[in-house]
């Protein structure tokens, strides 16, 4: 039986729009935000990765998280999940965002 290991943070549905890099040197993969937490975020896409995949999120944020340095962030996957039509990834943050950082760039995302 598979361990569960609580989250640190809680998580809030978000839907939205970003880009996953896998590191070192992937090619850029757009993604759908399903929820966003200070610890990390999930999301949907038609490709996948493997679990412990090091990489970049960037987000489609305002000027005011930009200049904070808010529109990338680097993760690593801690889950994946396959579905009959896309992937569901689970990425864990390297340093989670503080509480007035999620504040920001919820605020600053730019919706299309």
């Known amino acids: 039986m598979k361990r569960l290991i609580p989250r640190r943070f809680d998580r809030k549905r ?10 070192p040197e992937g090619a850029p993969l ?11 975020l ?10 412990g ?8 944020v305002g000027r005011p998280a930009v200049r904070v340095g808010l529109d990338k962030h680097d993760g690593r996957v801690v889950r994946s999940r396959a ?6 990834l ?3 943050f390297a340093r989670p965002l ?3 950082e999620l504040e920001l760039l919820e605020a600053n995302w730019v919706r299309s």
């Open 30 to 40: 757009p993604a759908r935000v399903l929820d966003l937490g200070q610890s990390g």
């Open 53 to 60: 995949q090091l990489v970049e999120v960037a987000f489609p």
């Open 14 to 23: 978000f839907i939205g729009e970003a880009v996953v890099r896998p590191l």
């Open 98 to 100: 503080t509480a007035d």
């Open 83 to 88: 579905l009959p039509d896309g992937n569901v």
């Open 90 to 92: 689970g990425i864990a």
């Open 42 to 51: 999930a999301l949907f896409a038609s490709w996948s990765l493997a679990t």
